[in-house]
């Protein structure tokens, strides 16, 4: 069975700072790999999408990688503002969504 | 991107009552759909996947008599949790992908907090 585990568990890091965001999972045969943004209480917010092929995908200050043979992900955050944190997660796809257990960011003012 | 709506947002119940929770998706028709549920700190589960016109399929340990789910449309879905009790207290979301499996990107619900009391 898949299993997808995210480190650091929590981060907390001042505004302006880059950061990265990790992703390991243990069987290869994905389809692609998606990370999420989750706000408290809310649903989950697409970030960025890499398909098996591919890997990295960027947008704004966000860039995601994926190296499928070792099985791992990290998420770029470059200039981290207050308004980023939330609580990322990131899913692989094989026959079903298998997500992480999240990295809980706090971006400090 | 793709919009997948839920609702309620939020729910209080009685112990032994039921509640309908729906999913739809806006501007793209979903063959198949999917429903999580999250605990507090805790990562999704998921609970079944939803087939239109066809039965749905449920992970292991999960009770499709208490958690029923009807796709009858191709932008409809619902989870019912049946004779609530406060252990079914819990966030639930609801996805779809685009392309009707997961090879597509999956855009989610807004989630629905179920609370049983």
């Known amino acids: 069975k898949q299993e997808v585990t995210q480190i650091p568990a929590a981060l907390s890091v001042p505004e302006g700072e880059n950061l990265v965001l990790n992703c390991s999972f243990t069987d290869s045969a994905i389809y692609n790999l998606q990370w999420f943004r989750q706000d408290p209480g809310k649903g989950l917010t697409s970030l960025l999408l890499?398909?098996?092929?591919?890997r990295e995908q960027t947008s704004g200050r966000l860039n995601a990688s994926l190296d499928k043979s070792s099985g791992r992900s990290t998420l770029y955050i470059a200039a981290s503002q207050p308004g980023d944190s939330a609580t990322y997660l990131c899913a692989v796809s094989g026959n079903q969504f298998y997500f992480g257990t999240g990295t809980s960011l706090t971006v400090i003012p | 991107g793709a919009v997948v709506s839920q609702h309620p947002s939020w729910v209080i119940c009685k112990s032994g009552t039921s509640v309908k929770i729906e999913c739809r998706s806006l501007d793209f028709q979903a063959t198949t759909m999917f429903w999580y549920r999250q605990f507090p700190k805790q990562s999704l589960m998921l609970m079944a996947t939803s087939n239109e016109g066809s039965k749905a399929t449920y992970e292991q340990g999960v009770e499709k008599d208490k958690f029923l789910i009807n796709h009858a449309s191709l932008t409809l879905s619902t989870l019912t949790v049946t004779s609530a009790h406060p252990e079914d207290s819990s966030f639930y979301i609801c996805s779809a992908p685009t392309a009707g499996d997961t090879n597509t990107e999956a855009f989610f619900g807004q989630g629905t907090r179920l609370t049983v009391v």
């Open positions: 890499i398909q098996s092929s591919q």
